[in-house]
């Protein structure tokens, strides 16, 4: 019986852990929008340069990169 009550109490104490830190982490930086919504000018770039030359591209790099710049600066972690 003792077990099965400190596994269930290692459980919770994972739990509120991931939901502290998931929680803590939304609240400093939280984005204003979706990332499916934001930088919408250099992700069209960024989306046809990769699907005409591929990601690995040379060509794309600079526009991955000024994607990746704008998605930051609008509080996404990437």
């Not at 009550?5 to 803590?24: G, L, R, Y």
């Not at 929008?33 to 591209?57: M, N, Q, W």
């Not at 000024?66 to 972690?77: E, K, L, P, Y």
């Amino acid at each position: 019986m003792l077990s099965s009550s400190k596994a269930s109490s290692e459980s919770v104490f994972a739990t509120s852990t991931s939901s502290a830190n998931t929680s803590s982490s939304a609240t400093a930086a939280a984005p204003a929008c979706k990332p499916c919504c934001a930088c919408p000018d250099t992700r069209t770039v960024r989306d046809e340069c990769v699907i005409t030359f591929g990601e690995e591209s040379a060509k794309c790099q600079d526009l991955i990169k000024a994607h990746q710049d704008c998605m930051r600066s609008m509080g996404f972690n990437i």
